[in-house]
């Protein structure tokens, strides 16, 4: 094999390079880098002598590209991709299987089927979780994970199974339940209700309950959470009447410390999803988790 002998400039000058590139300004380049503007005109300098061109037109504000800059510029964006794809091809070894979810997906419906998943894998698998917010999971997805879980009307366009249906009811300790019920015979007062605080991304809440369900148009909100654990632990506890997602609850319920109010699971025909990401569509395992995900409560 022919020796190949590279005359590159040093990635930190092509980093320097890159960032006053596409944040258009020294200072803000030194500021991502944790470095000094200096220290990033130094390596824009050095570049431009090197080469013989100027990288960028400096008496503009911001400052910006020179043609022969943005031709560069090209080249070295492509370069750091495909470095970027070898570097989480690395990463990604055959055995490992990484999940990316919301933290109530994580706690409440995949923890509790973790064994069986688990065993089901392979003991040589290894099997990561990896928990974001929900409106940051899609950005989480780049750090290398396989499988993500989505909550949608419609079948995503990738590789995917259905893991559960969106089916809600209230429900609460039995004290809370035996309440409503007395207050829907018109007997007693409605208990408290216990309710999202922040925005939950088209999951249903009791509004639409309520919608659906005018008996209840008149009870009160009590407590708000910003996290659906804390919530349940809430009702748990007696706090009150929360709003039960099935398949999310079972724990809950196989414990005794949240029933079922009596009534039928409301649906808008909504599904929780678990689909292949671009880095899982090439591990084997992702997919033999993913079929494992299939119906997952039901199993």
């Known amino acids: 094999m022919a020796d190949r002998k590279y005359t590159l400039p040093s990635l930190s000058s092509l980093t320097a390079f890159e960032a006053a590139a596409r944040l258009q300004g020294f200072a803000r380049a030194a ?13 824009i300098r050095n570049l431009e002598i090197r080469f013989g061109v100027e990288l960028f037109h400096r008496d503009r504000t911001p400052i910006c590209l020179t043609p022969k800059g943005s031709q560069f ?10 470095l970027q794809s070898a570097v989480q091809g690395l990463q990604q070894a055959d055995n490992r299987v990484t999940l990316v979810c919301s933290h109530s997906v994580s706690h409440l419906l995949l923890m509790p089927r973790y064994g069986r ?52 009811k209230p429900v609460g300790t039995p004290a809370m339940i035996a309440q409503a019920m007395q207050a829907l015979s018109g007997k ?15 999951w249903m809440d009791w509004a639409d309950w309520k919608t659906a369900h005018p008996e209840f148009a008149d009870w009160q909100v009590s407590d708000e959470f910003d996290s659906y654990v804390y919530l349940l632990e809430a009702a748990s506890m007696g706090a009150g009447l929360g709003l039960g997602w099935r398949s999310f609850i079972d724990s809950y319920l196989s414990r005794g410390e949240l029933v079922e109010m009596p009534v039928d699971w409301y649906s808008r025909n909504t599904k929780v999803f678990a689909k292949l990401t671009r880095f899982g569509q090439q591990n084997p395992m992702a997919r033999k988790c993913l079929a494992l995900l299939e119906n997952l409560p039901g199993q």
């Open 31 to 43: 500021e991502e880098l944790n470095t000094s503007q200096p220290a990033i005109s130094r390596h």
């Open 73 to 82: 510029y090209a080249a070295v964006i492509q370069g750091f991709d495909a």
């Open 117 to 168: 998943i688990r065993q089901a894998l392979g003991r040589e698998v290894e099997l990561r979780i990896m928990t974001s917010g929900y409106n940051l999971v899609q950005a989480a997805i780049e750090t290398g994970g396989d499988i993500v879980f989505e909550y949608s009307a419609t079948a995503p366009d990738a590789d995917h199974v259905v893991v559960c249906d969106e089916q809600i």
């Open 188 to 202: 007693g007062t409605a208990p408290p209700l216990l309710k999202l605080q922040k925005d939950n991304y088209g």
